[in-house]
């Protein structure tokens, strides 16, 4: 039961209650040592200190409250660069389009036409890029000749897409698998799609082949950033 | 035991011992025994979570077990229900070990530990109603954390009291950890509860004061109190010596310094400013500091001594769960350089984080302190040693199955969501079977924490009456090792 001890912390009030084994085998209150700490774990902690504050003041943008990204401050803060329409055009083709055209751009035969080489993609004979916008903006359906073969099944429109992203999509299946036709831009996609607004069932051949067709040209709708036409050069050498 | 006849005065009896336990068993046993039901509680909650990522049409159809709400109730739940009044249990004893006094007025406590309970049961069926926040750890409603600041303030002031009573002598280093922990909870609960509760700031500033919650409730309130527990049951059960003042002193400052901070690299890139993130980053990367200076203290002590850890609940749950603190916080500090985060950033990774340092490091160290707490409060040993040695595997396996299933499925997750060539939707799917795999650790883990309920229940209505100390193993007769039970 009790201990019997002398110690004078015992005569309390209280009676010292019945003292149970897992108490009474407790070694005594603990204590510690002291050492030095270890010569590695100093220069150690002293590195990180280093490292962290390194990164701190290189990587804290001045410690304003108004600088969110430290690689952008400043006059050159603005806003961020437009994205590649390519890589948005690949994800989206990934996700949309490559069911039916395949990965590779090759299609199915005789249902889903191949992207590849194809006039109808690069243009070609009658075919413009406008009637490419109009296919993605309203989908086709019906028999269609690519590169000499017969396809037929249907395509659904696109036209939930915005502009930006048609204009990527276009812009990839004509620059991938060996094609080389030049981008469409996002402008080029919205003047098509401002004359298409009344046309909602999804083409046919034939009511594509009425339309005439436009291209975008690589010196003419690239053109608003190649004004360096000869004239005004000339003067001076004259 | 051999300083039972002692007549130094900074040293107890056992008799000593014995009166200042008494005064302490009623509020500690309740906290135990509430964090014990909670316990159960929250892995259950969390066992339909996993299973509802994984099999979404589970419980389909019942509002309040909707996926939303079944996790903030898990979460939560786990750190008040459960973490919350252990680390208030281990704290009221160690208190009153330390201090070497009675606890001054332990039935306020146990009041209190009543009113806890029902706050968090207010708090629970409020989140499980749709009322929570949208903050991780701070999910009750406006009107329940008042119940907790109530019952909580009544706790402390008995506590700091305690403290204030104390007898002369040097502080040993496990009463610097409660005190800064005593100290810490009611600053980061009442700040983080006044600007994102009760009167919100504007948007921008929350996600950083919630991330600042976060990781203070972890490192300057659960950690603590581990610590605390580590470094008086280690030396206590062990009859050896805190390896090195120096680096207890080393770990305890780095802690108190950067602790808080970390939250900050877990929103790299996010709409806040620079310096925040970047405070965040190189308090993460500090948090090595702390980690090797405590590990190696603990590990300096027990050096030559590891004999005990395998038959002693209290040190094999204990020095489990220091393994997992120091893993925690390294990995911690990985995962918040920037090249690292910009891949795992929104990946499961976060999630293994989150159970690693809440459940290995935590809930193991609370088991292991309650495992050598609770026979000196009730006066009888353990019903069952294999029982124990069970719930130790059922919980390790159980979050080992957690941490290593959502850390590799992150992985694959994290990159899949860095390339543009990848949809969001594959990046889900390459997750799943890591996934279901973490799902059967949130099993095993509800399995230990039933066990461990049944066994709490059986210490406390003494169903059976077992004489010798609880051995997970064969201690040899004449060892030269101590008991360490």
Sequence with gaps: ?238 | MSNDLSNQPDILTAAERAQIDSSTSGAALLFFGSSAFWLVFASLFDVIGAIQLSYPCFLDGISFLTYGRVVQTATTVMAYGFATPAAIGIAVWLTARLCKVPLSHHRMLVSAGIVWNLGILVGACSILAGNSTSFALLSFPAFATPILFVSYALIAIWVLFTFNERKSGGLFVSAWFVFAAVLAFPWLFGTANALLVWNPVSAPAQPAIALWFSSGFFNLWLVPVGLAAAFYIIPKSTGLPVASSNLSLLGFWTLLLFGAWTGGAQIIGGPVPAWITSAGVAASIMMIVPALALGLNFHLTLDGHYAPVAWSPALRFIVTGIGCLVTYWILVAINSIPGVNAMTQFSDINRALYYLGHFGFFAMTAFGAIYYIVPRLTGHEWPCAKFISLHYWLAVTGFGFIVSGLILGGLIQGSALSQTIITFRSSVEFAWPFRVFAMLGSLLILASAVNFALLLIGILLETHKNQAPAFMAEREENSQEPVAV
């Design chain 1, 1 to 238: 039961m009790n201990t019997p001890s002398n110690d004078p912390h015992k005569q309390s009030e209280t009676p010292a209650p019945e003292v149970s084994a897992p108490v009474l085998r407790e070694a005594s209150e603990p204590t510690e040592k002291s050492s030095p700490l270890p010569f590695w774990l100093v220069i150690f902690a002293g590195i990180l200190v280093f490292w962290g504050g390194f990164h701190l003041a290189s990587n804290s943008g001045g410690f304003k409250p108004d600088v969110y990204n430290p690689e952008i401050t400043g006059a050159a803060a603005g806003p961020a660069a437009p994205p590649d329409p390519k890589v948005i055009g690949k994800r989206l083709f990934t996700q949309n389009c490559a069911v039916c055209h395949q990965g590779s751009g090759m299609g199915v035969a005789g249902q889903f036409p191949p992207l590849v080489a194809s006039e109808w993609v690069v243009g070609g004979d009658w075919v413009g890029d406008n009637h490419l916008v109009k296919i993605l903006l309203a989908g086709m359906q019906g028999p269609v000749q690519v590169k000499g073969q017969s396809y037929n099944n249907a395509m659904p429109p696109w036209a939930q897409l915005k502009d930006s992203e048609i204009a990527g999509i276009l812009t990839y299946i004509r620059s991938e698998w060996g094609n080389t036709a030049p981008a469409i831009t996002e402008e080029f996609v919205a003047k098509v799609r401002a004359v298409s607004t009344e046309r909602k069932e999804p083409w046919t051949q034939k009511d594509l082949k009425a339309i005439p067709a436009e291209t975008i040209s690589a010196g003419g709708a690239a053109a608003p950033a190649a004004p360096a036409n000869p004239a005004p050069a000339a003067p001076p050498a004259a």
